[in-house]
Nanobody, 124 residues
Framework: QVQLVESGGGLAQPGGSLRLSCVASGFTFSIYAMSWARQAPGKGLEWVSSIYYDGSDTTYADSVKGRFTISRDNAKNTVYLQMDSLKPEDTALYYC?????????????????WGQGTQVTVSS
């Protein structure tokens, strides 16, 4: 079965950086788009970024554009989210998601499996 295991969350200061990882198993990772989404306290799930099956195209929510970078290593079945210039409003539980197809979309329904999440807290 599909498994997505996120790691790398933690506490960071404003302006700091964190790198999230998501290791996938149970499906052919290299032929599916992948995504990151987040859920802040008291709010709904928000799409953050997506990457094509081969890494050739990436998209970002306006709230993180220029600060976050998504990447993937198909040999390691892993997708990453490099988060720089962190802000307190980035505090959330971050999830990785498996796409329904090889291309990526901005809608949560474009993804059919999500991991358990990793907590990111940005505070001084």
């Amino acid at each position: 079965q599909v498994q997505l295991v996120e790691s790398g969350g933690g506490l960071a200061q404003p302006g700091g950086s964190l790198r999230l990882s998501c290791v996938a198993s149970g499906f052919t990772f290299s032929i599916y788009a992948m995504s990151w989404a987040r859920q802040a306290p008291g709010k709904g799930l928000e799409w953050v970024s997506s990457i094509y099956y081969d890494g050739s195209d990436t998209t970002y929510a306006d709230s993180v554009k220029g600060r976050f970078t998504i990447s993937r290593d198909n040999a390691k079945n892993t997708v990453y989210l490099q988060m720089d210039s962190l802000k307190p409003e980035d505090t959330a539980l971050y999830y990785c998601g498996k796409g329904r197809t090889y291309y990526s979309g901005k809608f949560l329904n474009d993804y059919d499996h999500w991991g358990q999440g990793t907590q990111v807290t940005v505070s001084s």
